[in-house]
């Protein structure tokens, strides 16, 4: 994918800083953007993680993921930035050290700290010197004190623990880490506040100074609150089908009054990710912890299961014998711009799709290596374009609004396709002109 190699930042001006020493430990997602994006701010990074495979990658200037505009900002910084597996040599060279680990959901909803835990630990068993350990991963409110008394365990100098959650979006990362809407610091060490101001001094957003398990709390309500929004207007979007109205036009009307806005108010077959499904149900779990039941949230998340579930029956009214047909899949990231699929209704609807005995043909313009890895190629046919896997199917499912799907000749498809079906489950296309070309079109909440 083409992106701008000239990047320009508004509300990001590099003035004279004062170059700290950072580590960031983890260079998945969030990690690795935010180490380049240090580096572009002007600090010294070394970037630490556990796979060494992943770091020799890294050292030879291939980035392990998609992210656009990623490799060219590491190439331009690449003299302030150092990759390494040693923890303890990258521990003792820096100031400040953020943790960028996975925080993934168990199946019961808790989250789970097993990498968090593990690298909290390894810091504390080589921490000399006053260092500030700031928090960048998502994690349930009281981790922050956890963290202090485990290092406190280990070590018995001066240290301090920050908490500053990610707002990144996969897809424009940098744009996000860079001009972000605020920067959360959540401390109650003095020192730490000021080094962490410092270190942002670049930026021109709102710095909100609070503490830790306000913090914490913010990423949770934050993207717990995202989630109610969509959710909220799949609802809609259901009564929409049952009563003729068109949920883009309602999600339009409404999103234009500022008390509500525009953003996240496009219906679908509801949200995945590593991010929003996991935060939902930790939310769910910090509250049920101390005994409080936030119905709200129950409701979200059921209402978002019911999304996939809604299209999945969709399918199989419009397909109603399953022997021979096929169902062209386009879309595996869960959400373009990203080859991240966890969590991707994607790959769940394939899963459901194969077990009912249907076909199935798949392109995505960047997921397909990790939807190979996850799904395997046995039973689903991987395409090499949107209209290879379009050709000779009963059926075809967008699955994720790729720019490149909107694109596409629909002409074309539709006479390569054994039958004329389009279920749009991100409401990409315009019903009437789809049904112009031939297509029996429906959408989410808009026929
Ligand atoms: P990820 O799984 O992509 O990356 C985690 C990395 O940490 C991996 O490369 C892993 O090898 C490394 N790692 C784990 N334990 C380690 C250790 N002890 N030492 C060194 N390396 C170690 O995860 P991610 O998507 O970048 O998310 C990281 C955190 O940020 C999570 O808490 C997530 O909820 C949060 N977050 C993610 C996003 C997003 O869009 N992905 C946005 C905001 C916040």
Redesign the pocket.
């Known amino acids: 994918m083409a992106v701008s190699t000239n990047i320009k930042f508004k509300n990001c001006l590099i003035i004279n800083i004062m170059q700290r020493k950072i580590a960031v430990?983890?260079?998945?997602?969030?990690?690795l953007t935010s180490g380049v994006c240090l580096a572009y701010l002007g600090h010294h990074v070394i970037c630490?993680?556990?796979?060494k495979a992943?770091i020799e990658r890294l050292e030879k200037g291939s980035i392990p993921i998609f992210e656009p505009g990623l490799d060219d900002i590491l190439k331009k910084n690449r003299a302030k930035i150092e990759f390494t597996t040693n923890?303890k040599e990258a521990i003792e060279k820096s100031e400040v050290i953020f943790i960028?680990?996975?925080?993934p959901s168990r199946s019961n909803g808790n989250i789970d700290l097993t990498?968090f835990k593990?690298?909290v630990r390894?810091i504390a068993k080589v921490l000399g010197g006053y260092k500030v350990i700031v928090d960048?991963?998502?994690?349930p409110v009281g981790t922050g004190d956890w963290t202090k008394k485990e290092i406190a365990k280990y070590y018995k100098g001066d240290f301090a623990v920050v908490s500053n959650p990610?707002?990144?979006?996969?897809g424009t990362a940098i744009k996000d880490f860079l001009e972000p809407d605020r920067i959360i610091i959540g401390s109650e060490d003095e020192q730490a506040k000021e080094i962490m101001l410092d270190i942002y001094s670049s930026i021109n957003a709102p710095k909100i100074i609070t503490d830790i398990r306000s913090a914490e709390l913010i990423k949770y309500a934050a993207n717990a609150f995202l989630a109610t929004k969509i959710s909220f207007i799949n609802e809609i979007a259901s009564v929409c089908e049952r009563t003729g109205g068109d949920v883009k036009r309602v999600a339009e009307g409404i999103g234009l009054d500022k008390r509500i806005g525009k953003s996240f108010l496009n219906a679908g077959i509801g949200f995945g990710?590593?991010?929003f499904p996991?935060d939902v149900d930790g939310l769910m779990e910090v509250a049920k912890k101390k005994k409080y039941n936030f119905h709200l949230l129950k409701a979200v998340a059921v209402v978002n299961k019911n999304q996939q579930q809604k299209f999945l029956r969709k399918i199989k009214a419009t397909l109603v014998k399953t022997k021979g047909k096929t169902v062209a899949i386009w879309g595996l990231a869960f959400k373009p711009n990203t080859d991240?699929i966890r969590k991707s209704p994607a790959l769940e609807i394939i899963r459901q799709l194969l077990k009912s005995g249907y076909q199935v043909r798949a392109y995505d313009p960047v997921a397909m290596a990790n939807a190979k890895k996850e799904v395997g190629t046995v039973k689903v046919r991987f395409c090499k374009n949107a209209l290879e896997a379009a050709r000779n199917a009963d059926l075809l499912a967008l699955v994720t609004e790729w720019p490149e799907f909107s694109e596409m000749e629909m002409v074309r498809v539709k006479k390569i396709m054994r039958q004329p079906h389009l279920l749009d489950g991100r409401n990409l296309f315009e019903p009437q002109e789809m049904k112009k070309i031939g297509f029996s079109y429906e959408g989410i909440g808009r026929r």
């Open positions: 430990i983890g260079t998945g997602y969030v990690g630490i993680d556990k796979e992943k923890l960028c680990v996975g925080t990498q593990k690298a390894s960048k991963s998502t994690v990610e707002f990144l979006r996969e990710g590593s991010c996991k991240d």
